[in-house]
T-cell receptor, first 114, second 112 residues
Framework: DAGVTQSPTHLIKTRGQQVTLRCSPK?????VSWYQQALGQGPQFIFQ???????QRGNFPDRFSGHQYPNYSSELNVNALLLGDSALYLC?????????????FGSGTRLTVV | LAKTTQPISMDSYEGQEVNITCSHN???????ITWYQQFPSQGPRFIIQ???TKVTNEVASLFIPADRKSSTLSLPRVSLSDTAVYYC?????????????FGSGTQLTVLP
C-alpha cells in the first residue's frame, strides 16, 4: 500500500522563478494538505484541498496556490520565488478533512531558492 | 486553535522509559490530542491520538488527565532509533481543525 508520494525530492530554483510541486495521496485518502517547514521549525500549514476545492488556508500569500485533481493528487505552485521560500514542503493526506484519523505525510520536497 | 507547550529537548538512555509532557490549557471540548514523530528530512509520522484517559498502541501510550489541560506521551524502553522530534498537537474534527498547528516540538536524543 503506497503511502504519500511527493516529487521531486529536491529542487533548486532561482529567485523570481516559479515552481510546481506534486503529491499523490495515500491509497484511499481523498484530502491533501500542504505544509512548509523551515529549518529547525515545525511545519506550517499552507492550505488543504478536499473535493477539488481549497477548504482552508494558512497565513501564506497568494503567490502560493494549489490544485487538486479528480484522482485526488495535488499540486502546489509558488510564483515569484523568494530566498525565504527555501524550505521542506510536505504533503499530507487523510480520509476526509478530519484529524480524527490522523494524517499521513510524505517525505517532502526540499526547495532551495538561490 | 489551542496552543501547546512542550520542552525544547530531552535526553535519555537506551532502554529507559521516556515521558514527554505537553501543556494545552486552552483545549476545547471537541479537540483531540495527537502526537507526531519526525526524523530529519522526513515528514512527520502519526504516533498516537486520544481524547481522554489513556490510550495505548504498539509504540506508545498517551495519558490524559481528567481536566485535559496536559497530556503525556510515554515511550517504553527507547532505542537509538527513537531519536527524533516529537510534536504534540490539539485539534477538533471540523472547521479550523482542518489545519494541523505544529509548535517547535521536543527534540528527543537517545544516548547509548
Amino acid at each position: 500500500d503506497a503511502g504519500v508520494t511527493q516529487s521531486p525530492t529536491h529542487l533548486i530554483k532561482t529567485r523570481g522563478q516559479q515552481v510546481t510541486l506534486r503529491c499523490s495521496p495515500k491509497s484511499g485518502h481523498d484530502t491533501v494538505s500542504w505544509y512548509q517547514q523551515a529549518l529547525g521549525q515545525g511545519p506550517q500549514f499552507i492550505f488543504q484541498y478536499y473535493e477539488e476545492e481549497e477548504r482552508q488556508r494558512g497565513n501564506f500569500p497568494d503567490r502560493f496556490s494549489g490544485h487538486q485533481y479528480p484522482n485526488y493528487s495535488s499540486e502546489l505552485n509558488v510564483n515569484a520565488l523568494l530566498l525565504g521560500d527555501s524550505a521542506l514542503y510536505l504533503c499530507a493526506s487523510s480520509l476526509g478533512d478530519r484529524d480524527r484519523y490522523g494524517y499521513t505525510f510524505g517525505s517532502g520536497t526540499r526547495l532551495t531558492v538561490v | 486553535l489551542a496552543k501547546t507547550t512542550q520542552p525544547i529537548s530531552m535526553d535519555s538512555y537506551e532502554g529507559q522509559e521516556v515521558n514527554i509532557t505537553c501543556s494545552h490549557n486552552n483545549i476545547a471540548t471537541n479537540d483531540y490530542i495527537t502526537w507526531y514523530q519526525q526524523f530529519p528530512s522526513q515528514g512527520p509520522r502519526f504516533i498516537i491520538q486520544g481524547y481522554k484517559t489513556k490510550v495505548t498502541n504498539e509504540v506508545a501510550s498517551l495519558f490524559i488527565p481528567a481536566d485535559r489541560k496536559s497530556s503525556t506521551l510515554s515511550l517504553p524502553r527507547v532505542s537509538l532509533s527513537d531519536t527524533a522530534v516529537y510534536y504534540c498537537l490539539v485539534g477538533g474534527t471540523s472547521g479550523s481543525a482542518r489545519q494541523l498547528t505544529f509548535g517547535s516540538g521536543t527534540q528527543l536524543t537517545v544516548l547509548p
